[in-house]
């Protein structure tokens, strides 16, 4: 068996601008993000540079001090720095002007979300969507690259008379547009084949579903994994789920339920990416509950609130019942700080669930609370099954929930619990006209 080779991470340092309209909180949350956005791409921050300024600098985003002291940094420094993180979306010029300033590579915040993406896109459609992003996101940064590589596109000839022709730049924003073209329509179709696909799920007996949504790294995929005691990928990075996965609850109950996980949310993430994954966060959209996840460890959680419900108020999702699930409790210190911050998050959310994914007993009370949301309007009626019918039996039991059996000379009596269409059709399998509402328990 071969050694894996382990990647050694690269060295990149990160830089930011303060605008008086933001508070010293929301800054630094958002520097920790993106540090963490680094992490996720392999690169190893190993100096972060802040500047207060009243606007960015029209010419490279920061002004020309902090550019200088930079680049000191840069050229002093024995091992090689390969990229500055930038935490803003800046120009394709502010972009080619800070990389000739400083002399690395300069990465803003959509550049390095858009790359995280692409790396981690598994489906044919997720890898569509990233590219058309990535696309949409190049083309105006096409000129300044050029420049960059100390090139201004050729002119060619025109053919046939046709005029000078187009230069090398233009071409290429050409071939992009026809491209994201070429993969919307691509899109188009593949949304048709999961309409159909979840069309198909929904034609299922007693079928329901709950979708996983919140902030990205806030346990949602631990979540999914303890719900459902499937092999669902768990990693301590950002957006490590950019892939939609469906599995069923378990254990299975009645009705049925579907559990979906989502890609997570994050704040200042770029409307062309909310856009480009609105597909992916259609399960929401599907879904009869949502399940909003949110991590309680983290002293920042209100603003990963306040994100998510924008983004899902943006898709059309928050009509949608919602259950808030704060969870990470045993990651808030000693039992004392735990209990504290437990009665502290209930107390401002009466209805939120406050658990941790890891315990077992949590997430039996989790299940409990999914099971009886979907069993909140089935209806309880008893169902005589003549021994003659006894080859339906294998049916009650498994699309109903038995509350109890017994039986007599005749056959045997089922109190059941079900939807109304699954109790109708198997009383119309017995030759008997539907019930059009429950029956006094006679147990």
């Keep these: ?21 933001v508070t010293d909180l929301e800054f630094e949350a958002s520097l920790a993000e993106l540090r963490e956005l680094a992490k996720t791409l392999g690169y190893d921050v190993v100096k972060t540079f802040v500047q207060k300024r009243n606007g960015f600098d029209i010419r490279a985003y920061l002004g020309t001090g902090k550019r200088e002291e930079i680049q000191a940094y840069v050229n002093d420094e024995a ?51 990233v590219e058309i992003a990535r696309l949409g996101y190049m083309a105006p940064r096409l ?60 034609e299922h007996k007693g079928l329901a579903a709950v979708a996983l949504v919140g902030y990205t790294n806030a346990g949602k995929s631990t979540l999914m ?15 490590a789920t950019l892939d939609t996965t469906v599995r069923a609850l378990y254990p299975e109950s009645v009705p049925r339920i579907l559990v979906s996980d989502t890609v997570g949310f994050i704040k200042n993430l770029p409307h062309g990416l909310v856009a480009s994954f609105k597909s992916t966060l259609d399960e929401a959209l599907d879904a009869a509950l949502l399940l909003h996840v949110i991590d309680a460890s983290d002293p920042g959680f209100e603003r990963q ?20 699930v704060f ?10 700080a735990q209990a504290e911050c437990e009665a502290a998050l209930k107390a401002k959310y009466p209805d939120c669930v ?38 339906l039996r294998g049916e009650i039991y498994a699309n109903c929930q038995v509350l109890q059996e017994r039986s007599d000379d005749e056959g045997a009596f089922f109190m059941v619990r079900s939807e109304a269409d699954v109790i109708k059709k198997i009383r119309q399998q017995l030759g008997l ?7 006094e328990n006679e147990w």
């Design 354 to 391: 406050v658990m941790s994914a890891r315990r077992p007993e949590d997430v039996a009370k989790m299940h409990q609370k999914i099971v009886a949301f979907f069993q909140q309007n089935l209806m309880e009626t008893e169902i005589f099954l003549p021994w003659s019918a006894q080859q």
């Design 143 to 202: 000129r300044e690259a050029a420049k960059l590589a100390g090139s201004q596109g050729r002119q060619r000839s025109g053919e046939g008379g046709r005029g000078a022709g187009e230069s090398q730049t233009e071409l290429d924003r050409r071939k992009i547009r026809d491209r994201i073209a070429e993969l919307q329509l691509e899109i188009v179709a593949m949304n048709a084949e999961r309409k159909t696909q979840r069309a198909r799920r929904q």
């Design 1 to 21: 068996m071969q050694n894996e080779v382990k990647e050694v991470p690269r060295r990149a340092i990160v830089a930011a601008v303060q605008l008086p309209s």
């Design 327 to 336: 969870n990470k409790i045993d990651h808030a210190g000693d039992a004392a």
């Design 225 to 239: 994994r303890a719900l459902t005691g499937s092999e669902v990928l768990v990693a301590n990075k950002l957006f």
């Design 305 to 324: 609130l306040e994100v998510t419900d924008d983004v899902l108020k943006e898709i059309g999702a928050n009509i949608v019942p919602r259950i808030r």
């Design 79 to 129: 091992e090689e720095i390969e990229a500055l993180l930038v935490d803003h979306e800046i120009s394709p010029s502010q972009a080619r002007n800070l990389e000739l300033a400083v002399g690395c590579e300069v990465m803003d915040r959509t550049m390095v979300i858009l790359e995280i993406f692409h790396r981690n896109a598994r489906s044919r459609a997720a890898r569509a969507q």
């Design 433 to 439: 006209e539907p019930m059009h509402a429950p029956i």
